[in-house]
Structure formats: C-alpha cells, structure tokens
C-alpha cells in the first residue's frame, strides 16, 4: 500500500480539490498504447484509403520532373522551379493524411485526462535531470510495467506478423504468375490488409493500459487520513474567518432586506422590539408577502426607512411577533394569518384614499386577533 513521506498509508480516495490541483499541474492520466494505437491505425487506414490519390501524384510529380525541354534544361533556374512544383503537388496531395494523423494524436491525447496546460509542468526542473532518480524510475515498479508492455507488444504484433506471413505465403508465391499490373494490384491490397490487422492487435494492448493508467493515476492521487483533515481545515477556514465571512454576510442581507422596506405597504409594529413589512399586490399575488422583519436595532431601522419612505406604521403587538416568527422573509403570510392582515390592509388601502382622495378619516381595526396557534407571547 502507498505511503507518504511520513510513513502514513494513503488509504483514502483523492478529493475534488486534490484532483483538481493535480490538473492544473499537468498531472493527468495519459496513456501513451492509446495515443500509439490511434495515431498508427488512422495513420495506416488513411494510408490505404488515399494511396491511389498519393501514388498519382507522385507519378504525376515523377513524370513532369523528368520530361524537359532542350531549354528547359540549359536554364539554370528550371530544376529548382520544377523541383518546388514537384513538391507542392505532393504536399497537397498528403494534406488530408497529416491533419487525420493530428487529429487522432489530439483526440486520443486528450480522451482519458481531458485538455490541460500547465506552466508548472513546462517548466524546467534540475532534478529531472538527476541521474540517480533516473534509475530509481527505471527499476521502479511503473518502470517494470513500461518494459513488460514493451515487451508484450514485441511478442504480440511479431507474433500476429509470423502468423500473416504464413498464411499468406501462397498467395505471395502465387504472383509470380500474373501480370506486372495485377500483380501489384494484388500485393498493395495483401499488404495493406495485413497492415491493418497487425495495427489492430495494438487495440489489445490500449485496452489493458488505458484502465491501468486510470487507476495508477488515482493511486499516485491517494491522500492519508492526516491529508484529508489538513485539506478540510484549510478548505473550510480558520473559525475566525468563518465567524467574519457569517458576519458579512448577516450585513448584505440586511442591506438588501433594507432596500425592500419603501416597496412595503404597511409596517407593524410590537411597538419597539419586532418590526415586519408587508406587501400586496392583488394582480401578482395570493396572499400579502413579508419583505422585511427583524428585532429591536433592526426593528427601529425598518420603522426608520418606512417613515422616511412615508409607509405606515401600525401598532399590532401581537400580530407582530405572529408574523415575525412564523413566516420567513419573501414568503406568503400563513393561511391563519389572513383574517387579521387582510382588516389591516383594508385600514391601510382606506388611510392611502383618505390621503389622496379626502373623506372621513378611517379608524384602525381593534379586532385583529391572532389565532391561538399562531400567538409568540
């Protein structure tokens, strides 16, 4: 089992956060059979598919290249010229073979781990350049697995090689027999099968290494218990941060809830200890909504905002504190509350049209009772 520099096993899996840091390091699980495997097998498909094209092209290129005119040949700037289109046709003729060999070089990089770049790993360290630790990474156990893969490769594919030459032995010396240009036809479609199949069995050896690299990767990731609590305290902070992170929070919502008091249409009282603000709005809601709440400073500074505002304030003790403690901010008022705040909108829609409209003045309801249920003595 892995251990630490001080002894410690790693017995626990890697976090998020450890997993994430290894990213940006550059540590990330990369098989190199994967990216072998892509890149030679599109490599030698698109060598297959596109060798009529590329093989006309350097026929094409072969034949303009030595047909010259008398001064054609005696002009000294004819084979450099001649020699550039040459080339040129050749170019354009395998562009469609490289950018399909980069591509399954990106993509199969970049399967198992994903995108990542990292200054830290492109930097240069000395100590990779100790000899010492070299051989420790030669003869250690992920060193041992790199020559067993060697190895079974070389055994595999010579092998899976041997097997293809044998059994095609009859058809090899059955050439012999035909014509030069069926011949060839037969032997570029003999070779281009056999190197397919040889470039498969390379899928094998993918298959095994892309689940090792996976789980080596998280092994080399594993943390210790010590590990695990260092990175809980350090994520979770010092209680003093915490405690002051709390405190600024507490302080934005209050500013927020502050800026919601003029939107209100009425703010009831205990008269000094609890302050709540309601609203509604009969096109846009069911029942009356709570916009702000809160105890004594925080109760004076709603009745403060709410005067400035010109909302007003009614004192209704203990329909105060049956809102203050049974609904939470931005909520609807409980159902056994409507009664008593639907008479005090009532008063307060009235008071809104006495102010605007003139009339006799309205007098505050005395009947704004409290169900048992709902009473915060």
């Given amino acids: 089992m892995a251990e630490n520099d001080n002894g410690q096993e790693k017995t626990e899996q890697p976090s998020s956060k450890r997993l994430l840091d290894a990213k940006r390091k550059g540590q990330v699980p990369r098989s190199k059979e994967l990216n072998s495997m892509a890149v030679t097998m599109m490599g030698v498909v698109?060598?297959?598919?596109?060798?009529?094209?590329?093989?006309?092209?350097?026929?094409?290129?072969?034949?303009?290249?030595?047909?010259?005119?008398?001064?054609?040949?005696?002009?000294?700037?004819?084979?450099?010229?001649?020699?550039?289109?040459?080339?040129?046709?050749?170019?354009?003729?395998?562009?469609?073979?490289?950018?399909?060999?980069?591509?399954?070089?990106?993509?199969?990089?970049?399967?198992?781990?994903?995108?990542?770049?990292?200054?830290?790993?492109?930097?240069?360290?000395?100590?990779?350049?100790?000899?010492?630790?070299?051989?420790?990474?030669?003869?250690?156990?992920?060193?041992?697995?790199?020559?067993?893969?060697?190895?079974?490769?070389?055994?595999?594919?010579?092998?899976?090689?041997?097997?293809?030459?044998?059994?095609?032995?009859?058809?090899?010396?059955?050439?012999?027999?035909?014509?030069?240009?069926?011949?060839?036809?037969?032997?570029?479609?003999?070779?281009?099968?056999?190197?397919?199949?040889?470039?498969?069995?390379?899928?094998?050896?993918?298959?095994?290494?892309?689940?090792?690299?996976?789980?080596?990767h998280k092994r080399q990731l594993k943390m210790t218990r010590q590990e695990v609590r260092d990175e809980m305290k350090e994520t979770d902070g010092k209680p003093e941060v915490k405690s002051r992170i709390r405190q600024l929070q507490r302080e934005m919502a209050q500013k927020r809830m502050m800026q919601e008091v003029p939107k209100a249409d009425v703010i009831v009282t205990n008269p000094t200890h609890f302050a709540v603000a309601l609203k509604y709005d009969p096109q846009k809601m069911h029942a009356p909504k709570l916009l702000a709440k809160g105890a004594d400073l925080v109760a004076m500074n709603i009745r403060k905002v709410g005067s400035e505002a010109k909302v007003p304030v009614v004192e209704s003790p203990m329909l105060a504190r049956a809102i203050y403690f049974h609904t939470e901010l931005n909520t609807f008022i409980p159902a056994g509350l409507y009664l008593a705040v639907a008479r005090l909108l009532a008063y307060v829609f009235q008071l809104r049209a006495y102010r605007t409209e003139g009339g006799e003045y309205p007098e505050l309801p005395d009947d704004l009772a409290v169900p048992e249920e709902y009473q915060h003595v």
């Fill in 46 to 216: 698109a060598l297959v598919m596109m060798s009529h094209t590329i093989g006309s092209s350097l026929s094409d290129m072969m034949s303009q290249s030595f047909v010259l005119t008398r001064e054609q040949i005696f002009n000294t700037h004819t084979m450099g010229m001649q020699l550039g289109v040459g080339l040129g046709q050749v170019l354009l003729a395998l562009i469609p073979f490289f950018l399909i060999v980069i591509f399954a070089a990106i993509i199969s990089s970049v399967a198992l781990g994903g995108f990542s770049i990292s200054a830290e790993a492109m930097t240069p360290k000395l100590s990779k350049l100790s000899p010492l630790k070299g051989m420790k990474r030669i003869f250690s156990p992920r060193g041992l697995v790199e020559m067993l893969k060697a190895m079974a490769k070389f055994i595999f594919i010579g092998g899976i090689t041997a097997l293809l030459l044998w059994t095609s032995m009859g058809k090899f010396l059955a050439l012999h027999g035909m014509e030069i240009a069926q011949a060839l036809e037969h032997l570029n479609g003999m070779i281009g099968g056999s190197v397919i199949l040889m470039t498969a069995t390379l899928i094998l050896i993918a298959a095994i290494d892309v689940p090792f690299q996976l789980w080596d």
